[in-house]
């Protein structure tokens, strides 16, 4: 267990927020999903309640360690301004951190907010760099990281800066540890675990670590045809890793002897081509044409896998069932989606693309808990250690 901001006496301090705030753009300029930045508001309103003063801190896309106001974090600045109902002093200084913005963060008082700009500015921020790190921790008397999408990353912002202050996590960082693992390693059952996308080689160490955890796998995606050909089945131009089939033997054969079971497809919608208007089919799964290739689950299939979510007391989802990005092939995604919605069960999204189709198809309030890290979940679900929660104090 960590300690959290509740654990910290913030009144009279000044805090350094480590946000998660890599939110996506329009061609415009304008920032087209700002889910990341109302994530953290509990966090930065509590803390502001307690009489602190903020230092906020992010990256922003790849700047590739130099300045590019491309992806200047002044957008987010204004953005955060209207959620918080105060002013979010921006100095945009390539340096990130120079005379002005120590000067503005020494002058900070109980209330103020101040964000820096993008941290990925500097080149030592994603090699952890200890100066940059000291750099950051000079402004402030607290460390606090929400950032749990960053928090695989062992960078200066994320681990480093806590080699310097007392470092905590805040309501977000917490409700992520909270549902990634303690409602995975207390699972009610039955437990089943959803897993898509497109290779069976990203899923591997998440595999491994849940089959000692869940009653049941569902495969869906792209990775399920190398399942489906590790069976004997033919999928045609179906998305293939020839070189992970006897893994997923050997996986198949596990499971059997656990009593761990593995739901695969029994239909797919297949394709000509990856195209939204592509002639399309269904196809039973012995049945794929050798020109065509699975872009979605088939609609027994969807019910069969709806079924099993029915009866389950916990869910965790990492992975589409298809190409959801284009219409022709999301109602499988949309239909686990929406079981998962109705099922009663405890339901954790996984982040990355499972997150962005419970969005797409305005379910994600009706989920138990969306997660806003993708590689970070990935990573904690395969049961690794994320340098930015190992650097925070333990309880």
Same mark, same amino acid.
């Given at each position: 267990m960590k300690k959290t901001i509740r654990d910290i006496t913030a009144e009279g301090k000044k805090v350094f927020v480590r946000c998660d705030f890599n939110v996506p753009f329009t061609d415009a300029g304008e920032i087209s999903d700002d889910i990341r930045i109302r994530a953290t508001l509990p966090t930065l309103e509590y803390l502001l309640g307690q009489g602190a003063g903020l230092v906020l801190a992010s990256h922003l896309g790849r700047p590739a360690g130099e300045p590019d106001m491309k992806y200047s974090l002044g957008p987010v600045a204004e953005r955060l301004s209207s959620l918080l109902g105060r002013e979010v002093l921006f100095i945009s200084s390539p340096a990130v951190v120079d005379d002005e913005v120590r000067k503005a963060a020494a002058n900070l008082k109980a209330g103020d907010v101040m964000l820096l700009e993008n941290v990925r500015f500097r080149k030592e921020e994603t090699k952890n760099g200890p100066a940059f790190a000291k750099e950051l921790a000079s402004l402030c008397d607290i460390y606090v990281n929400d950032a749990f999408g960053s928090a695989h990353r062992a960078h200066a912002s994320t681990a480093g800066v806590a080699s310097f202050l007392p470092a905590v996590s805040g309501f977000l960082m917490e409700k992520e540890l909270k549902f990634l693992g303690d409602t995975v390693e207390n699972a009610e059952s039955p437990f089943i675990a959803i897993l898509g996308g497109a290779k069976v080689k990203d899923k591997i160490p998440v595999i491994e670590n849940l089959m000692k955890k869940v009653d049941a796998f569902i495969i869906g995606g792209g990775m399920a045809y190398t399942f489906l050909k590790a069976k004997g089945h033919a999928v045609g131009n179906s998305l293939l890793e020839e070189e992970q089939v006897d893994f997923v033997k050997g &996986?198949?054969?596990?499971?059997?002897?656990?009593?761990?079971?593995?739901?695969?497809? +029994?239909? !797919?919608?297949?394709?000509?081509?990856?195209?939204?208007?592509?002639?399309?089919?269904?196809? @039973?799964?012995?049945?794929?044409?050798?020109?065509?290739?699975? =872009?979605?689950?088939?609609?027994?299939?969807?019910?069969?896998?709806?079924?099993?979510?029915?009866?389950?007391?916990? +869910? =965790?989802?990492?992975?589409?069932?298809? +190409?959801?990005?284009?219409?022709?092939?999301?109602?499988?995604?949309?239909? !686990?989606?929406?079981?998962?919605?109705?099922?009663?069960?405890?339901? +954790?999204?996984?982040?990355?693309?499972?997150?962005? @189709?419970?969005?797409?198809?305005?379910?994600?309030?009706?989920?138990?808990?969306?997660?806003?890290?993708?590689? @970070?979940?990935?990573?904690?679900?395969?049961?690794?250690?994320?340098?930015?929660?190992?650097? &925070? =104090?333990?309880?």
């Open positions: &996986l198949l054969e596990k499971a059997e002897s656990s009593g761990v079971g593995i739901l695969l497809p +029994v239909d !797919v919608v297949a394709a000509k081509e990856f195209k939204n208007d592509s002639e399309k089919r269904v196809a @039973a799964v012995n049945g794929i044409p050798v020109d065509m290739m699975g =872009l979605d689950i088939g609609p027994e299939t969807a019910k069969l896998f709806c079924e099993e979510i029915k009866r389950a007391r916990t +869910v =965790l989802w990492n992975g589409p069932m298809g +190409v959801f990005e284009m219409p022709a092939f999301a109602a499988g995604t949309k239909a !686990v989606a929406e079981a998962l919605a109705e099922c009663g069960a405890v339901t +954790v999204i996984g982040g990355g693309d499972s997150a962005a @189709a419970v969005k797409q198809f305005g379910l994600s309030g009706k989920m138990t808990h969306v997660s806003t890290g993708g590689g @970070a979940s990935l990573e904690f679900l395969e049961g690794k250690e994320l340098p930015g929660v190992a650097a &925070l =104090l333990d309880i």
